[in-house]
């Protein structure tokens, strides 16, 4: 295991993982780098969760892939980490992401499209009405739990969640 460690700090370097900042690790994960550490890609949270939005990369550690489904914050995978890489510290923070919609949006390009809209319960997406012309997407990030429905129905892959860059002292 020591020579693991070794491996993975060479890796991941020491502030984290080194080119993986847009890679969304599964809910109630470590810091980057604690989870870098902690989690041996056994696959226990993979075969766990019911949504199989759960994969192992190519640097063995999990992460989420939402082109197949959404997180229903089950706590499922969190159960199944018998290593401590996935750890409720705060029930009510499951991650901290970033959503935003790109230009290749199809309704910013003036097609009808209201896909996303219809997946997002919490409602962070609204489209406004505007007479004679196609609604337009809009995010109410404070709203968005990140849970990854609006992502695999989106025609254009114009929806992109990423950790959220975290800021000093916070
Ligand atoms: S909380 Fe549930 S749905 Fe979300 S990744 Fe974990 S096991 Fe899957
Ligand atoms: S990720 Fe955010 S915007 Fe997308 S469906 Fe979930 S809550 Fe809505
Ligand atoms: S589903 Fe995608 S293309 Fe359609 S309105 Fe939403 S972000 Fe735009």
Redesign the pocket.
Known sequence: MEQELSRRTLLFGHSGLTGQDDVIRPPWALTPEDFAKKCTGCGECVSACPEKILKIDTHNLAKVD?SQG?CTFCRDCVASCRDGALVMLDPETPWL?D?SIEGKCLAMKGVECRA?DD???????RFKLTPAAVAMPQ?NEQ?????????SVCPSEA?V?KPAIQKEGE
């Open positions: 939402f959404e992401l959503i996303c997946q997002c319960e919490p409602r962070a997406i995010l709203e968005c739990t990140g849970c990854g429905a609006c992502i929806i969640l």
